[in-house]
T-cell receptor, first 115, second 113 residues
Framework: AQSVTQLDSQVPVFEEAPVELRCNYSSSVSVYLFWYVQYPNQGLQLLLK??????LVKGINGFEAEFNKSQTSFHLRKPSVHISDTAEYFC?????????????FGTGTLLAVQP | DGGITQSPKYLFRKEGQNVTLSCEQNLNHDAMYWYRQDPGQGLRLIYYSQIVNDFQKGDIAEGYSVSREKKESFPLTVTSAQKNPTAFYLC????????????FGSGTRLTVV
């Protein structure tokens, strides 16, 4: 069965520092991969997605993620964070070519940017 | 602009009352979903529908019901059988293959007192 693991429930970081949010998945077949961001009391907004092609994916707000098939990882990075990046971040997968298109979410990582 | 509209944003109900949460999309998406979010527990799938007049239970369907009479609409009813209904509810939609991910509404925070 598919699963998504976000290894860190919270990541504190100082403003203008780099950050990496980790995501690993388990699947015996190919998957589509996504990162979403959720600000307090709001819905989820798509940051970026990997469907195929280049393993380095660039998204909105200066975020990027790298797909590593051998390590089954899809870590999210930003070279310099801002206070406004404080939010919860969710990694998610969909089974490629599956009978349903259910999105499997990780449990989320709270990014707390401190001045 | 296309999107998903959830209403109301905040909802208060007395214990034992049924309540219906609205979700409407104008993205022409075939599939729609309802999630429940509790602090520290991520998102849990309640129900989903891939086509009009058809829907399936998710991981935590007990105490909830849905209907899909129109492509654009997927209302969720929280019944009195749901033992702990206070939560943040998120509706989403997608194309049938899911390859573009989901588009989410802004959520409804339900408080039962």
């Amino acid at each position: 069965a598919q699963s998504v693991t976000q290894l860190d429930s919270q990541v504190p970081v100082f403003e203008e520092a780099p950050v990496e949010l980790r995501c690993n998945y388990s699947s015996s077949v190919s998957v589509y991969l996504f990162w979403y961001v959720q600000y307090p009391n709001q819905g989820l907004q798509l940051l970026l997605k990997y469907l195929s092609g280049s393993t380095l994916v660039k998204g909105i707000n200066g975020f990027e993620a790298e797909f590593n098939k051998s390590q089954t990882s899809f870590h999210l990075r930003k070279p310099s964070v801002h206070i406004s990046d404080t939010a919860e971040y969710f990694c998610a997968v969909i089974l490629y070519g599956g009978a349903t298109n259910k999105l499997i979410f990780g449990t989320g990582t709270l990014l707390a940017v401190q001045p | 602009d296309g999107g998903i509209t959830q209403s109301p944003k905040y909802l208060f109900r007395k214990e034992g009352q049924n309540v219906t949460l609205s979700c409407e999309q104008n993205l022409n998406h075939d599939a729609m979903y309802w999630y429940r979010q509790d602090p520290g527990q991520g998102l849990r799938l309640i129900y989903y529908s891939q086509i009009v007049n058809d829907f399936q239970k998710g991981d935590i369907a007990e105490g909830y019901s849905v209907s899909r009479e129109k492509k654009e609409s997927f209302p969720l009813t929280v019944t009195s059988a749901q033992k702990n209904p206070t939560a943040f509810y998120l509706c989403a939609s997608s194309i049938r293959t899911g390859g573009n991910g989901y588009t989410f509404g802004s959520g409804t925070r339900l408080t039962v007192v």
